[in-house]
């Protein structure tokens, strides 16, 4: 059997986390993963740098300007380019999403998922911890071959209480501790050396907003570990948010689709 065959990705999923934000925050489960694993604070997502077209991009390989989608709104591509998740499913591939923005739903066509789970709890600054005492268990006992963790509370309180805010570094914070939940839950289920984990934001922000070009709002962290994971440290060479999807069907053993313009970070792997 192929060894891709044997490993699984888990992409997780950070909304609005700057990298100079996560590096000020209390991190200590990030920190381990940058230190057995491969990083970049330098990775570049696109313009607008605004949610649905930044994961539109990196799920499906492609620049908003082939997928179309530049607002947070969906509207069906008129020419379609297959995700990452139709990709892995389309292989037989078992996927799971995990979010609490619904408009997340469209990154799969529907049929295309093994497990969906949405819960929108925006209000509770934990919300990101019980999505991810929801999905630890589910990780353990079922183990997806691809799974989305999406954990959108850092947004939330980055546009409330400003980026780099008291507020947003501490929020971070939160959002690796619901990080802890799922690598625990991985640890004792044995389960660590069969998933390539890849944590990374989708925008940054300033102020109370984002969506322009500049750097504030389109350098993102890129964190990747697992034990295909081979050249660990920072990353030499620019990082995309298109090159997610490519990355992720690399440790998968699946093929590029033609359409995808990014491309698989192999320097990182054996």
């Known amino acids: 059997m192929h060894d891709s065959l044997n490993r ?44 649905l077209p930044c994961h539109t991009s990196m799920f499906r390989g492609v620049p908003p300007a082939r ?14 380019v297959p995700s990452i998740a139709e990709t892995a499913h389309a292989a037989g591939r078992k996927t799971a999403f995990f979010y609490n923005w ?10 295309s998922l093994d497990c969906s789970y949405f819960k929108d709890n925006h209000g509770d600054r934990h919300a990101d911890l019980a999505l ?35 507020l947003y ?25 069969r998933y390539f984990i890849l944590v990374q934001s989708d925008h940054g922000g300033h102020g109370q907003t984002h969506g322009t070009d500049m750097p504030e709002d389109v350098t993102i962290p890129w964190i990747a570990a697992g034990p295909t994971v081979s050249r660990r440290g920072r990353i030499d060479g620019p990082v995309r948010i298109f090159d997610t999807a490519p990355t992720l069907a690399h ?20």
């Open 8 to 51: 699984g990705a888990i992409l997780i999923v950070i909304d609005g986390c700057r990298p100079d934000g996560l590096q000020q925050a209390d991190t200590p489960n990030l920190d381990r993963l940058i230190a057995r694993g491969a990083y970049t604070f330098e990775a570049q997502s696109v313009v607008p740098s605004s949610t």
């Open 67 to 80: 997928h179309g989608i530049t607002t947070n709104t969906w509207m069906p591509m008129v020419r379609p």
């Open 102 to 111: 619904e408009q997340l739903r469209d990154l799969a066509t529907p049929g």
């Open 132 to 166: 991810a005492r929801v999905a630890a268990p589910y990780l353990a006992d079922e183990q997806p071959d691809f799974c989305f963790v999406y954990l959108g509370m850092v947004d939330v309180v980055g546009h409330g209480h400003g980026w780099m805010s008291d």
């Open 169 to 193: 570094i501490e929020q971070i914070g939160i959002a690796d501790q619901a990080i802890g939940i799922l690598l625990q839950h991985l640890a004792q289920a044995g389960l660590l050396d």
């Open 251 to 270: 440790v998968l053993g699946l093929p590029l689709p033609d359409a995808w313009e990014g491309r698989p970070i192999t320097q990182i792997f054996r």
